[in-house]
């Protein structure tokens, strides 16, 4: 088997993925607007996040995010999230730390480290679909080594013009290929699921 790793990312138009879901999620190089997905309600997000997730079978998340899903999702297994919250309590979750010492309580736990590029061949082999959500520093390295095949983006109408954003100068060049026709909701929000490709960016000059 050789499963695929798929990147789950909320970011605003200018690509800010950082800390969306509260206000004291990611308030790191002084980020003011920690919490702007939570405030910006989107009816039909949902539904394409349970669609997206139809066949995850594990969860690779950075320590911050490890975290804070650590403390809140074993407590929502009912009502509205409740449905996410029992996958994500049944599948193993994969923390990519090198914090030998870091105590994983959440059930199903596993802590990599080291080789980044060894750990996710041997997910690929473990796994049909792994799933990084958030954790936008783990992001960084995985799109730097090209260590994904299925970038997802919830792209909300919202300029911060500082923060965290999905890609930083370290990003592998590569072309991505749209792998079907952008999802948009009434609240203005779109998806974009983009599929990793071999190729790399063509420089030419345009003839009069």
Same mark, same amino acid.
């Given at each position: 088997?050789?499963?695929?790793?798929?990147?789950?990312?909320?970011?605003?138009?200018?690509?800010?993925?950082?800390?969306?879901?509260?206000?004291?999620?990611d308030?790191?190089?002084?980020?003011?607007?920690?919490?702007?997905?939570?405030?910006?309600?989107?009816?039909?997000?949902?539904?394409?996040?349970? &669609?997206?997730? +139809?066949?995850? !079978? #594990?969860? /690779?998340?950075?320590?911050?995010?490890?975290?804070?899903?650590? *403390?809140?999702?074993?407590?929502?297994?009912?009502?509205p999230?409740?449905?996410?919250?029992?996958?994500?309590?049944?599948v193993? &979750?994969?923390? +990519?730390?090198? !914090? #030998?010492? /870091?105590?994983?309580?959440?059930?199903?736990?596993?802590?990599? *480290?080291?080789?980044?590029?060894?750990?996710?061949?041997?997910?690929?082999?473990?796994?049909?679909?792994?799933h990084?959500?958030?954790?936008?520093?783990?992001?960084?390295?995985?799109?730097?080594?090209?260590?994904?095949?299925?970038?997802?983006?919830?792209?909300?109408?919202?300029?911060?013009?500082?923060?965290?954003?999905?890609?930083?100068?370290?990003?592998?060049?590569?072309?991505?290929?749209?792998?079907?026709?952008?999802?948009p909701?009434?609240?203005?929000?779109?998806?974009?699921r983009?599929?990793r490709?071999?190729?790399?960016?063509?420089?030419?000059?345009?003839?009069?």
């Amino acid at each position: 088997m050789t499963g695929r790793i798929l990147i789950d990312l909320f970011t605003t138009l200018d690509g800010v993925a950082q800390g969306p879901g509260g206000t004291d999620e990611d308030t790191s190089g002084g980020f003011r607007f920690s919490g702007w997905q939570a405030g910006y309600p989107s009816s039909g997000v949902g539904p394409e996040v349970m &669609k997206g997730m +139809a066949n995850l !079978d #594990a969860l /690779l998340l950075g320590r911050r995010t490890y975290d804070i899903f650590a *403390g809140y999702w074993p407590q929502h297994t009912d009502g509205p999230s409740g449905e996410i919250g029992r996958l994500f309590n049944r599948v193993p &979750k994969y923390v +990519a730390t090198r !914090d #030998a010492a /870091l105590a994983l309580d959440w059930e199903g736990s596993v802590r990599v *480290g080291g080789d980044l590029e060894a750990e996710i061949a041997d997910l690929r082999t473990r796994h049909e679909e792994v799933h990084v959500i958030g954790s936008i520093d783990l992001v960084h390295s995985l799109l730097a080594e090209g260590l994904f095949d299925e970038l997802n983006l919830w792209v909300y109408p919202i300029l911060l013009g500082a923060g965290k954003k999905v890609f930083d100068d370290g990003a592998l060049p590569s072309v991505l290929t749209l792998l079907e026709p952008p999802v948009p909701d009434d609240g203005g929000v779109l998806l974009l699921r983009y599929g990793r490709t071999d190729r790399v960016p063509a420089v030419d000059t345009f003839e009069d």
